[in-house]
């Protein structure tokens, strides 16, 4: 249960949840399979940083239009 001061703030809580939901996936990204993930981020440290930026953006308004599509 939330702390009182949370629990009236809607968006808040929205946030706290997204951020729980990353967790668990990096999680278990991690528990499953630690070569990869460490081979994946190995292979980051490779890579140029135009490419990780467009990635980035790609991925940051992929994550707007699917809220937005969600919550309308």
């Known amino acids: 249960m939330l702390p009182r001061r949370l629990s009236g703030c809607p968006s808040m809580t929205d946030l706290l949840?997204?951020?729980g939901i990353v967790f668990v996936i990096e999680g278990l990204i991690f528990a499953a399979s630690p070569g990869?993930?460490?081979n994946a981020m190995a292979h980051v440290l490779e890579?140029?940083?135009g490419p990780l930026r467009i990635v980035g953006i790609v991925s940051a308004v992929v994550g707007v239009i699917l809220v937005w599509l969600v919550r309308g």
């Open 17 to 19: 949840v997204a951020i």
């Open 36 to 38: 990869a993930a460490k």
């Open 47 to 49: 890579t140029p940083d």
